[in-house]
């Protein structure tokens, strides 16, 4: 049967895209505290009392919290709603970052990382359970909302350092989390849009299940938001004169990483109106793949930029492409939680063995070996969805 105009199921899908573009702006707020943090605790950790070990689990534990509590999370998401869940996460996140401001020691600064992390998992599984019920506008709302949550991380990676070089690290992650809580209210604003499959449970087995698309996108993880980016010191010191220098150029390129998260979701999101994510999606994994050979073979300023532009529109697409691929499409909620706990697990072990593996293999034989085993996957993926697509017809 043919929609009419006044049929309701365009006037939902419409608040679905909506709402994901609002919960993006939630995220974008939220995540403040957290991207400032970065450049930040390594600079003034020892003025907490924060050594250099335990300023590397601050800065990490919230991926390893991310893994446990993805799924979980995503089935309180499902007795709540997803309004509710932002309005809560929101709010958390605003919280941690008051924390961080009141120097309290090591033990209330790792409990609000690990409540970030908690928070993260609810903000990120709720901004794309809005966007996949877009459903005709899906691969637009994706894009897009991949970008607005990066505004947040670009504009406090500018406006955090020079506000708490004049008025101190306290009094300018305060300002931060004033400014994080306007967050708490977008949320408010959300549509009320319910979850899908209610009676479908995320199932822990199903999540941390090795399919395809999982162990590509891990693999894609280890290697660029992973390995690449911790390793970044090391590709670039050929040429550098001194030490500040070289940070001068990490930081660079770690906010060109950014900057194409904004703009190049958009344009992936735009180009999916004529294209299907699908096959943006596998011409992104094949780029950086190629991305990784160049790095072994001393093409190093193009294989990064290559792999940071087209991994952005692999973390755009990867959870719509785990949700058209599972087996239950019905239950969207699983495969978000699934592919997003993947990309968590290759992130935070490729950050962990990162600088080990470049000492013990060398770089040319770890890119390289990055990159053939990505190819593998790459092929395993794309015979298995082949197969599935001929299974459907």
Not at 60 to 88: C, E, Q, Y
Not at 220 to 246: A, K, P, Q, R, W
Not at 317 to 339: E, G, R, T, W
Request: net charge positive; proline share 3%; charged share 10%.
């Amino acid at each position: 049967m043919l929609l009419t105009k006044s049929s309701p199921i365009p006037k939902e899908q419409s608040s679905s895209f909506r709402g994901a573009l609002r919960a993006s702006g939630v995220m974008a707020f939220a995540g403040l505290g957290d991207a400032v943090l970065y450049p930040v605790l390594p600079i003034y950790g020892k003025e907490l009392g924060f050594s250099v070990f335990f300023i590397g689990i601050l800065l990490s534990i919230n991926r390893f919290v991310r893994i446990i509590a993805n799924t979980p999370i995503a089935n309180w998401i499902h007795r709540i709603g997803i309004r509710k869940m932002l309005i809560i996460t929101a709010t958390l996140a605003t919280l941690t970052t008051f924390v961080y401001g009141l120097k309290l020691g090591l033990i209330s600064f790792l409990i609000a990382r690990i409540f970030w992390g908690l928070s993260y998992s609810g903000l990120k599984i709720s901004t794309l359970s809005y966007a996949s019920q877009a459903k005709e506008k899906s691969g637009l709302a994706f894009g897009l909302s991949q970008s607005i949550k990066s505004l947040g991380a670009l504009f406090v990676l500018w406006f955090g350092p020079i506000v708490i070089s004049k008025f101190g690290i306290q009094n300018g992650l305060f300002s931060i989390a004033l400014i994080s809580s306007l967050g708490i209210l977008l949320a408010y604003s959300l549509p009320k849009i319910e979850t899908e499959a209610k009676n479908d449970i995320v199932k822990t087995n199903l999540t941390f299940y090795p399919n395809a698309i999982n162990l590509l996108v891990f693999i894609i993880s280890v290697s660029i938001d992973g390995i690449l980016v911790v390793s970044l010191s090391h590709l670039l010191s050929g040429n550098m004169i001194n030490s500040s220098e070289l940070l001068g150029y990490v930081a660079f390129y770690l906010l060109l990483k950014r900057l194409f998260v904004l703009l190049f979701s958009i344009i992936g999101g735009m180009l999916t109106i004529r294209f299907r994510p699908l096959i943006l999606f596998s011409i992104s994994i094949s780029i950086c793949l190629f991305a990784m050979a160049l790095i072994a073979f001393d093409s190093t300023i193009l294989g990064i930029i290559l792999a940071f532009v087209f991994n952005t529109i692999v973390v755009t697409f990867s959870p719509l492409i785990a949700i058209k691929n599972s087996q239950n499409k019905d239950n969207s909620l699983q495969a978000i939680s699934s592919v997003s706990t993947w990309w968590d697990i290759g992130a935070a072990v490729g950050a962990f063995i990162g600088i080990y593996a470049i000492e013990f293999l060398g770089i040319q034989n770890l890119y390289l070996s990055l990159c053939i085993t990505g190819t593998i996957l790459f092929i395993n993926f794309s015979i298995k969805n082949a197969k599935s697509s001929r299974s459907t017809i």
